[in-house]
């Protein structure tokens, strides 16, 4: 029934439509192609202008377009300005050569969390990562891939459905024992406190440090280093109820918790927000020691 | 649903020309770990001739010293044992929270000195061999 609905539907469009509107749309149309043609134009033009260009060879995949299943490396030439970061780069290969590149990205300040990228085989935030910084840049091509050890969706986008998961694993929420008892009365947390768990504030679920980790890679159960440490900034805050630190304290310190860590620093080394993460990690591990000692 | 692209082993060990201070920490310390353990077993091996006479035990003691590779399979040793000793003391301190900024730099001191420790032994474990 809906299908035939649907059929009158586009019977009645083609009959109202006359043919000045559907000249108009190809004129549309036709001046869309111009203007992509002129990006690509303008794009020589810059070139040929700037002082200085970059090449980068970005990761191309997708399952569902013939000619792209087979993944590949596409290397795009990018004029060069002071102060340009990866996802810039990315930006300006994207609106001037190829609009079917694919990245994930919002604020462009290193808070949203969505351009964890591969730049050059570290884990960065493409956002965050000057291009003058990089090794070489003028000379050699920078390479960005999508995040190694996650599912790539397509061209630079990854799978973080797993990622979230072990995220919300940890019970990431407050449950205070006792509330205040006016309505609008604020519930304190000392200065002391608050600098001990300030860095583990800064989380912005990028998936940076997990991509990293050798550790999360061959074993998928394991909580990974920006679960366990938003586990630590929790279990450390002195407003967190017993009982729910009590149960966090259990989930962490299972075999796939934290005693899967080895040390390997690779976390805290690619942490776009510099959160001492093997710190937290290895805190809660004496913790969960301390936790199951008893001398009496 | 869309499949996807599996990127294998090029994503670990393929990129051991960027590894850092930490990873190549783990790695020795590991093999190290396995070879002290396989030399657990030839050290025993070695040891129980002792159970059947003295002579014995010192007869295999002495071919086993007189081959050339053994001196140097020796000092091979040391290296893995003294490297996976400081590393061990390294790791104690990562355990305990303490100079976790500083842990690439206390790695690269625990390879300085193993390999101190290492050259200044070879006189000793060489002498005569060649």
């Known amino acids: ?296 | 649903m869309s499949q996807s692209y599996d990127r294998g082993t090029i994503e670990d060990f393929g990129r051991w020309k960027e590894f850092s201070a930490g990873m190549w920490a783990w790695i020795f310390h590991k093999f190290s770990g396995w070879v002290l353990i396989g030399y657990l077993f030839t050290h025993i091996a070695v040891l129980s001739t002792a159970t059947q006479s003295p002579e014995m035990y010192t007869q295999t003691i002495r071919s086993l010293e007189s081959l050339a590779i053994v001196r140097v399979l020796e000092v091979g040793l040391l290296a893995v044992a003294v490297f996976h000793i400081l590393n061990g003391v390294r790791l104690l301190f990562v355990d305990l929270g303490v100079g976790l900024e500083a842990q690439d730099k206390s790695f690269y001191a625990s390879l300085a000195v193993s390999a101190a420790i290492v050259v200044a032994s070879v006189p000793t474990f060489l002498a005569g061999a060649f």
């Open chain 1, 1 to 296: 029934m809906s299908t035939e609905l649907k059929e009158k539907e586009t019977e009645a469009e083609t009959e109202t439509e006359s043919a000045s509107s559907r000249q108009s749309r190809r004129m549309e149309q036709k001046r869309q192609r111009a203007s992509r043609r002129d990006l690509k134009e303008e794009a020589r033009e810059e070139i040929d202008d700037a002082d200085d260009t970059i090449e980068i060879k970005v990761f191309r995949f997708d399952p569902e377009v013939a000619g792209k299943e087979e993944p590949r490396f596409d290397t795009f030439h990018v004029p060069f300005f002071k102060g340009m970061t990866v996802l810039d780069a990315l930006i300006y290969a994207r609106d001037h050569y190829d609009t079917s590149l694919t990245f994930r990205h919002s604020c462009r300040q290193a808070i949203c969390g969505s351009d964890a990228l591969f730049v050059n085989g570290t884990q960065r935030l493409g956002c965050k990562t000057q291009i003058a910084d990089l090794e070489d840049h003028l000379g050699s091509t920078i390479r960005i891939e999508p995040l190694p050890h996650q599912e790539v969706v397509k061209d630079l986008v990854v799978d973080m459905e797993h990622f979230y998961d072990q995220m919300e694993a940890v019970e990431p929420f407050f449950d205070a024992d006792e509330l205040p008892e006016g309505e609008l009365e604020e519930q304190r947390q000392d200065r002391e406190n608050r600098e001990k768990i300030k860095m583990s504030t800064r989380c912005i679920w990028c998936g940076a440090c997990m991509s990293s980790c050798n550790i999360a890679a061959g074993d998928n159960e394991y909580l990974g280093p920006a679960a366990i440490n938003k586990a630590y900034r929790f279990a450390m805050d002195e407003r967190e109820g017993e009982d729910r630190k009590q149960q966090r304290l259990n989930i962490i310190e299972q075999e796939h918790g934290v005693w899967r860590c080895q040390t390997q620093f690779s976390c805290t080394e690619v942490c776009p927000k510099d959160i001492p993460l093997t710190e937290h990690i290895q805190e809660l591990k004496r913790e969960a020691v301390k936790n199951n000692l008893k001398f009496w």
